[in-house]
Nanobody, 117 residues
Framework: QVQLVESGGGLVQAGGSLRLTCAAS????????MAWFRQAPGKEREFVAA????????YYVESVKGRFTISRDFAKNTVYLQMNNLKPEDTAVYYC??????????WGQGTQVTVSS
């Protein structure tokens, strides 16, 4: 059973940057199209970014395009989310998981990102 552990969140001012890390244990992520999701207080979890169709093909929700970058290190079994020019509306708990429903794993605890204005 693959376990996902997210880290790298924190409190930053608007315009700042953070790099989130998703580390997997108990299995490999190499054959899985991974994604990042987030859940803001009082809202449902939403898609943020993903690898789709190939490791070099990425997809982003419109609100983060040009600011966030998803990447992965196959050797380290890790996925990253570089977040630049953060905005208060990016405040949420961020999670990683498989992009496709049928490959979805147990959710990790997530990592809190708080952006102050």
């Amino acid at each position: 059973q693959v376990q996902l552990v997210e880290s790298g969140g924190g409190l930053v001012q608007a315009g700042g940057s953070l790099r989130l890390t998703c580390a997997a244990s108990g299995g490999t992520l190499s054959d899985i199209a991974m994604a990042w999701f987030r859940q803001a207080p009082g809202k449902e979890r939403e898609f943020v970014a993903a690898f789709r169709w190939s490791a070099s093909n990425t997809y982003y929700v419109e609100s983060v395009k040009g600011r966030f970058t998803i990447s992965r290190d196959f050797a380290k079994n890790t996925v990253y989310l570089q977040m630049n020019n953060l905005k208060p509306e990016d405040t949420a708990v961020y999670y990683c998981n498989a992009d496709r429903d049928r490959e979805r794993m147990d959710w990790g605890q997530g990592t809190q990102v708080t952006v102050s204005s």
